[in-house]
Each structure stands twice: as structure tokens, then as C-alpha cells.
């Protein structure tokens, strides 16, 4: 297993799947604010939700 993960690295592919992760987590938040929830009045329920967006992003695997 290690060596798998030693393949994937070397390949670049844990850079490319961070960078693309951020990439749909900007999209996600600008929908959040600019489309999906742009009419909810604000709430700690909301900025939970909102939260989650950072959490899938930044949490380890």
C-alpha cells in the first residue's frame, strides 16, 4: 500500500486532486453566497452549512 501511495505522489496526483478539491470548494462557496442560499437570512445554522464547504476540503483523509 505504501508503494501505491509512493506512485500516486510521485505522479503528482495528491497535488493535482488538492488544487482541483480547492478549485470546486471556490465554486461551491460562490454558489452558496450568490445563488443557492443568497435569500436565507443569516443564522448559525447557515454559517454551519457554509462551514462544511472548508471541512470536505481541508480534513484529512
Known sequence: MLRLHQIIADGGSIQWAQRAAAEFAEAAT??????AFASVPASPDLEWLRACI???IQRDA
Request: no cysteine; hydrophobic share 35%; glycine share 0%.
Open 54 to 56: 472548508d471541512f470536505l
Open 30 to 35: 460562490r454558489e452558496f453566497h450568490n445563488s
